[in-house]
């Protein structure tokens, strides 16, 4: 055979005399290719590097990306190289573990390759590159990466899109290339083993005739002994660096450049994450726009995102690192009940787009003024009809001047369909590997949408006149918020502003507008508020004082009205004095959300608590003590913004747990992976048109479990779980006496008088129960 003639690592001559091998033909062969290869893949990889650094630099400025470094070493330590949030998903994250690891271990043996090729054929590093321990790593690593990449091959012909449909979370994925990636890993791990395996015969192998590098020696074993184990090592040596160059190439063009920019990703994200607060609207410059003072701004400044160019580099960065896995996708709530909302496809989209538009925004293209390119609509890209980008799939004018949200037939990459599908519930952000910050980038769409188009669901536009015109989104007037008050057997006490408040006053109770206005939701701030009252717990309340926080408007994108709303409540807060800091305890996790983690940004700092936090709190120092007997089974619905959005999982459970008797049993889909109610991102004041309600396929789930009570600690879930079961019995569909209930609720039915406080003697435990009732 032709690679059998390659000569050994010196040619004996007749007269005796050895000549290196790296000045005879072969010799000058081998390293001549192994050169053209690296200069070809530096050529061809580095231009395509150089116009993605530009491409992405050229987005507009992301201010703080790169502060408290510290901890955004600690988070590259935990995500990329701990692979924290692969690991969440046993099979495919071990499997992810030992590929990404085998890529770093094995960048080893790409060296030694490359050393044995054009310096020395027995190559090794200085020190340790002959420890036989390397070479059982680098062995253990290359079995263990054929055996991910066979896994991963099982997995997506198992949840293959052609078979599965919108069930697979591989829908819409460039599944060709996945396959062409797969083959081209097996491949460098199968040209590793055969080179090493003709090392271990003609004794170029580093760690010599050793059994430690076990995978190579059951190759040479395989191979025989022979002179043609010369030729084998050679050709597959060179076959080695073609394959991994070539990978290198492919990366640069595929989704699977998320191996260089996912590090950069994660280095640069919001920290600790892109949940909880959104970032505030920004100028050309990168800074907070205060919409008090928007009559000194440029002309030029946008409002949000409205075209590709009005995302930053970081926005970029993240469509550049999408790995197209489809967590997100399998995760999401809207996607999940036959909407065309998938937070893979959104990212895709916008990164197929900004490819697509570089030429005009690096390339010094311009569309010619006057013309006006038509939309003709392509075929579906990504063989799916819920992606955007693809139907105005080529990079000429059309794509230049095409809106970035609009319908078909305007030739939009994002479908308003798609755009306020979203229920801002935070599990794609949650659960994307590479911390894309999927929510900021919809919020911030939906942002130029509302105020620069005017364009949005008409029904959510009677929510934001309401909340400008009575302070709160029902259009109900404020004296209704005293109301709650008045049907307590107890005194409440009122904190006015611009007063002083008591420091005996332990906390300001932040009613919320669903918990001053809504009637089921005043059932649980009474029940919270007796359970305070029961614990000796002193607390005050704004009443009429308090105004809507400004989250809806905030999620539907209306950044003036959320601050217009938020700079009156830090004002009337700010204006409540006491010698202790400001502490604030709210039964609304949007309230909650908002108070603790927005708010800041417009000067209020307070400590913020949510009601079950702080019921956890009572039961355990025993201030508040369950001894009803509850009969019952109950499940849990984990609220996305207390939940997802600010880790508090285990205080309502742990509440629910304290109550004597009460079985409690978890969804198959709770905690870090809770289903979403529907209502949030504003989605509560608006129709829901497409496919499944999201609310009743959340009370499919917990019906499933035939419970006699479903708990939350949210007024908004309340009413979106408590609707479905309505509905659910009205079609015998569920049991009449399912009730939907808060925590406060609850546990208020279990609590004891006898707890110390004040009002113990008359506490009314079964009354509270008669009253919970009907709720």
Same mark, same amino acid.
């Given at each position: 055979?032709?690679?059998?003639?390659?000569?050994?690592?010196?040619?004996?001559?007749?007269?005796?005399?050895?000549?290196?091998?790296?000045?005879?033909?072969?010799?000058?062969?081998?390293?001549?290719?192994?050169?053209?290869?690296?200069?070809?893949?530096?050529?061809?990889?580095?231009? &395509?590097?150089?116009?993605?650094?530009?491409?992405?630099?050229?987005?507009?400025?992301?201010?703080?990306?790169?502060?408290?470094?510290?901890?955004?070493?600690?988070?590259?330590?935990?995500?990329?190289?701990?692979?924290?949030?692969?690991?969440?998903?046993?099979? #495919?994250?071990? =499997?992810?573990?030992?590929?990404?690891?085998?890529?770093?271990?094995?960048?080893?043996?790409?060296?030694?390759?490359?050393?044995?090729?054009?310096?020395?054929?027995?190559?090794?590093? #200085?020190?340790?590159?002959?420890?036989?321990?390397?070479?059982?790593?680098?062995?253990?690593?290359?079995?263990?990466?054929?055996?991910?990449?066979?896994?991963?091959?099982?997995?997506? *012909?198992?949840?293959?899109?052609? &078979?599965?449909? &919108?069930?697979?979370?591989?829908?819409?994925?460039?599944?060709?290339?996945?396959?062409?990636?797969?083959?081209?890993?097996?491949?460098?791990?199968?040209?590793?083993? *055969?080179?090493?395996?003709?090392?271990?015969?003609?004794?170029?192998?580093?760690?010599?005739?050793?059994?430690?590098?076990?995978?190579?020696?059951?190759?040479? @074993?395989?191979?025989?002994?022979?002179?043609?184990?010369?030729?084998?090592?050679?050709?597959?040596?060179?076959?080695?660096?073609?394959?991994?160059?070539?990978?290198?190439?492919?990366?640069?063009?595929?989704?699977?450049?998320?191996?260089?920019?996912?590090?950069?990703?994660?280095?640069?994200? &919001?920290?600790?994450?892109?949940?909880?607060?959104?970032?505030?609207?920004?100028?050309?410059? /990168?800074?907070?726009?205060?919409?008090?003072?928007?009559?000194?701004?440029?002309?030029?400044?946008?409002?949000?995102?409205?075209?590709?160019?009005?995302?930053?580099?970081?926005?970029?960065?993240?469509?550049?690192?999408?790995?197209?896995?489809?967590?997100?996708?399998?995760?999401? #709530?809207?996607?999940?009940?036959?909407?065309?909302?998938?937070?893979?496809?959104?990212?895709?989209?916008?990164?197929?787009?900004?490819?697509?538009?570089?030429?005009?925004?690096?390339?010094? *293209?311009?569309? +010619? +003024?006057?013309?006006?390119?038509?939309?003709?609509?392509?075929?579906?890209?990504?063989?799916?009809?819920?992606?955007?980008?693809?139907?105005?799939?080529?990079?000429?004018?059309?794509?230049?001047?095409?809106?970035?949200?609009?319908?078909?037939?305007?030739?939009?990459?994002?479908?308003?369909?798609?755009?306020?599908?979203?229920?801002?519930?935070?599990?794609?952000?949650?659960?994307?590997?590479?911390?894309?910050?999927?929510?900021?980038?919809?919020?911030?769409?939906?942002?130029?949408?509302?105020?620069?188009?005017?364009?949005?669901?008409? +029904?959510?536009?009677?929510?934001?006149?309401?909340?400008?015109?009575?302070?709160?989104?029902?259009?109900? =007037?404020?004296?209704?918020?005293?109301?709650?008050?008045?049907?307590?057997?107890?005194?409440?006490?009122?904190?006015?502003?611009?007063?002083?408040?008591?420091?005996?006053?332990?906390?300001?109770?932040?009613?919320?507008?669903?918990?001053?206005?809504?009637?089921?939701?005043?059932?649980?701030?009474?029940?919270? %508020?007796?359970?305070?009252?029961? %614990?000796?717990?002193?607390?005050?309340?704004?009443?009429? %004082?308090?105004?809507?926080?400004?989250?809806?408007?905030?999620?539907?994108?209306?950044?003036?009205?959320?601050?217009?709303?938020?700079?009156?409540?830090?004002?009337?807060?700010?204006?409540?004095?006491?010698? %202790?800091?400001?502490?604030?305890?709210?039964?609304?996790?949007?309230?909650?959300?908002?108070?603790?983690?927005?708010?800041?940004?417009?000067?209020?700092?307070?400590?913020?608590?949510?009601?079950?936090?702080?019921?956890?709190?009572?039961?355990?120092?025993?201030?508040?003590?369950?001894?009803?007997?509850?009969?019952?089974?109950?499940?849990?619905?984990?609220?996305?913004?207390?939940?997802?959005?600010?880790?508090?999982?285990?205080?309502?459970?742990?509440? *629910? =747990?304290?109550?004597?008797?009460?079985?409690?049993?978890?969804?198959?889909?709770? @905690?870090?992976?809770?289903?979403?109610?529907?209502?949030?991102?504003?989605?509560?004041?608006?129709?829901? @048109?497409?496919?499944?309600?999201?609310?009743?396929?959340?009370?499919?789930?917990?019906?499933?479990?035939?419970?006699?009570?479903?708990?939350?600690?949210?007024?908004?879930?309340?009413?979106?779980?408590?609707?479905?079961?309505?509905?659910?019995?009205?079609?015998?569909?569920?049991?009449?006496?399912?009730?939907?209930?808060?925590?406060?609720?609850?546990?208020?039915?279990?609590?004891? /008088?006898?707890?110390?406080?004040?009002?113990?003697?008359?506490?009314?435990?079964?009354?509270?129960?008669?009253?919970?009732?009907?709720?």
């Amino acid at each position: 055979m032709a690679v059998s003639a390659v000569a050994s690592s010196s040619t004996a001559l007749a007269s005796g005399v050895f000549v290196d091998w790296r000045y005879t033909f072969p010799g000058w062969l081998r390293i001549g290719l192994a050169l053209a290869m690296l200069v070809v893949t530096a050529a061809v990889a580095g231009r &395509r590097i150089a116009w993605l650094v530009r491409l992405i630099r050229s987005g507009r400025p992301a201010v703080g990306r790169t502060d408290e470094l510290g901890e955004r070493v600690q988070s590259e330590l935990r995500e990329v190289f701990g692979q924290r949030k692969l690991l969440k998903w046993s099979a #495919p994250g071990l =499997a992810h573990f030992f590929t990404f690891w085998g890529f770093v271990i094995l960048g080893a043996t790409i060296v030694e390759a490359f050393g044995a090729l054009i310096i020395s054929q027995d190559f090794a590093f #200085p020190l340790f590159g002959r420890a036989r321990w390397l070479g059982f790593i680098e062995d253990f690593f290359a079995v263990a990466v054929l055996i991910a990449i066979v896994w991963f091959a099982v997995n997506r *012909l198992r949840d293959a899109p052609a &078979r599965r449909q &919108r069930a697979s979370r591989f829908y819409g994925s460039h599944t060709g290339p996945a396959w062409v990636i797969l083959g081209m890993i097996s491949l460098v791990i199968i040209t590793l083993l *055969l080179y090493r395996g003709a090392q271990w015969n003609t004794g170029h192998l580093p760690f010599g005739r050793s059994t430690w590098p076990f995978a190579s020696y059951l190759v040479a @074993k395989a191979l025989g002994s022979g002179a043609y184990n010369q030729g084998v090592e050679t050709f597959f040596l060179l076959a080695q660096m073609a394959v991994v160059f070539g990978f290198a190439i492919v990366v640069t063009y595929s989704k699977h450049l998320h191996i260089a920019t996912a590090p950069l990703n994660v280095l640069t994200k &919001r920290e600790p994450d892109a949940l909880g607060p959104l970032l505030p609207v920004t100028d050309d410059e /990168g800074e907070p726009i205060d919409f008090a003072d928007v009559e000194n701004l440029s002309e030029d400044t946008v409002f949000g995102r409205g075209k590709i160019e009005d995302f930053t580099w970081k926005g970029y960065l993240d469509f550049a690192t999408c790995t197209e896995c489809g967590r997100c996708q399998s995760q999401c #709530p809207a996607w999940n009940t036959g909407k065309p909302l998938s937070p893979k496809l959104v990212i895709m989209d916008l990164r197929d787009h900004l490819f697509a538009k570089a030429p005009y925004l690096i390339g010094g *293209l311009t569309v +010619e +003024e006057g013309s006006s390119p038509t939309f003709e609509g392509g075929e579906h890209g990504h063989e799916v009809p819920e992606a955007g980008f693809p139907r105005v799939p080529t990079s000429g004018p059309e794509q230049a001047v095409r809106p970035l949200v609009g319908t078909a037939e305007q030739g939009g990459v994002i479908d308003p369909d798609v755009l306020w599908s979203c229920t801002t519930c935070g599990a794609c952000v949650e659960q994307c590997p590479v911390d894309i910050e999927h929510i900021d980038h919809i919020v911030d769409m939906r942002r130029y949408q509302v105020l620069i188009e005017s364009a949005f669901p008409s +029904e959510a536009g009677v929510m934001l006149r309401n909340i400008e015109n009575k302070g709160n989104p029902w259009g109900l =007037a404020d004296r209704g918020r005293d109301e709650w008050i008045d049907e307590l057997d107890f005194e409440v006490r009122r904190a006015v502003p611009g007063d002083k408040l008591g420091v005996d006053v332990d906390y300001l109770f932040w009613v919320g507008c669903a918990g001053a206005l809504e009637d089921r939701s005043k059932k649980v701030t009474k029940a919270f %508020a007796e359970l305070l009252h029961a %614990a000796g717990v002193n607390f005050a309340v704004l009443g009429s %004082a308090e105004t809507c926080t400004g989250d809806p408007a905030r999620r539907l994108g209306n950044e003036f009205l959320f601050q217009m709303q938020a700079m009156q409540n830090v004002e009337t807060l700010n204006s409540i004095t006491r010698a %202790a800091p400001l502490k604030i305890v709210a039964t609304c996790p949007h309230c909650f959300n908002t108070l603790a983690n927005e708010y800041p940004q417009l000067g209020g700092h307070y400590e913020v608590v949510h009601h079950t936090q702080l019921l956890a709190r009572l039961v355990a120092e025993g201030r508040l003590t369950p001894v009803e007997p509850l009969d019952k089974k109950v499940t849990y619905h984990d609220p996305c913004y207390l939940g997802r959005h600010n880790k508090v999982y285990t205080p309502p459970r742990e509440v *629910l =747990a304290s109550i004597p008797a009460l079985a409690a049993q978890e969804m198959h889909r709770c @905690k870090d992976r809770g289903f979403c109610c529907g209502a949030g991102g504003a989605r509560f004041w608006m129709e829901e @048109k497409i496919g499944k309600r999201v609310n009743v396929e959340r009370t499919d789930e917990a019906l499933a479990l035939n419970p006699d009570l479903i708990s939350t600690a949210c007024p908004f879930c309340m009413v979106m779980l408590a609707d479905a079961v309505t509905a659910k019995v009205a079609n015998g569909e569920a049991r009449e006496d399912v009730q939907v209930l808060d925590v406060a609720q609850i546990l208020r039915r279990s609590v004891n /008088g006898s707890t110390g406080s004040p009002q113990a003697a008359t506490g009314d435990t079964a009354g509270a129960a008669a009253a919970d009732a009907g709720s």
